[in-house]
């Protein structure tokens, strides 16, 4: 999939404005539906019930489970 292309406008100060919808694009618990976290170890936005806990270096992180890919 490609992503359309952005619009960019620099104004004469330098500064760079893209023309986008604000906000982020992962749920928040305040939102409705499902809260996301990321893995600790791929970095990959997952639902809180696809994640499992395991101690990493010295304090336990939140994983892919039952695996990253």
């Known amino acids: 999939m490609t992503k359309p ?3 960019t406008k620099i104004l ?3 500064l760079r404005y893209k023309s ?5 694009p992962f ?3 305040s939102s409705t539906g499902p809260s996301t976290m990321s893995c600790f ?3 990959k936005h ?3 019930n696809e994640l499992k806990t395991r101690k990493l270096i ?3 992180q939140t994983v892919c489970d039952p695996k990253c890919g």
Do not use: F, N
Not at 20 to 24: I, L, M, Q
């Open 58 to 60: 010295g304090k336990s």
């Open 12 to 14: 004469e100060d330098g």
């Open 46 to 48: 997952r639902p809180r």
């Open 41 to 43: 170890l791929c970095g």
């Open 5 to 7: 292309p952005s619009k």
């Open 27 to 29: 749920m928040t618990a």
């Open 20 to 24: 986008k919808v604000g906000g982020s």
